[in-house]
C-alpha cells in the first residue's frame, strides 16, 4: 500500500515562499512521473507541476517562471519549490505519480497553502 506524505505548506504573505515536500512510501518511485496537483474550494483540482523519471519538468501556465519541481529518487521524495506566491495560488497541494490524466494512488492528505496579506 502506496502511502504519500505531503508536507510545507503554510500561511505566507504575497510574494514569499514555500517549499513543498511529498514522500512515497511503498512504491517504486522512480520510474513513474510525479505531479504536484492543487484544489482550491469550489474548484476542481489541476496539475501544476510534473516531473518525468528522467527529470523532464513541465509547468501550467498560470504558475510558470515562479514554481519549480524536482525530485530526489532516492529519498523517494518530490518537490515544489514556490517562488513569489500570489492569493491565487491559495489551495489544499497534493501529489501523486500520473501518466496523463490518471493517478496512481490514493490521495493523501495534502498540505494546505494560504497566501494572504
Excluded at 506524505?5 to 514569499?16: H, I, M, N
Amino acid at each position: 500500500q502506496v502511502q504519500l506524505v505531503e508536507s510545507g505548506g503554510g500561511l505566507v504573505q504575497p510574494g514569499g515562499s514555500l517549499r513543498l515536500s511529498c514522500t512515497a512510501s511503498g512504491s517504486i518511485f522512480s520510474i513513474y512521473a510525479m505531479g504536484w496537483y492543487r484544489q482550491a474550494p469550489g474548484k476542481q483540482r489541476e496539475l501544476v507541476a510534473g516531473i518525468t523519471s528522467g527529470g523532464s519538468t513541465n509547468y501550467a501556465e498560470s504558475v510558470k517562471g515562479r514554481f519549480t519541481i524536482s525530485r530526489d529518487n532516492a529519498k523517494n521524495t518530490v518537490y515544489l519549490q514556490m517562488n513569489s506566491l500570489k492569493p491565487e495560488d491559495t489551495a489544499v497541494y497534493s501529489c501523486n505519480a500520473y501518466y496523463r490524466d490518471y493517478v496512481y494512488y490514493h490521495w493523501g492528505q495534502g498540505t494546505q497553502v494560504t497566501v494572504s496579506s
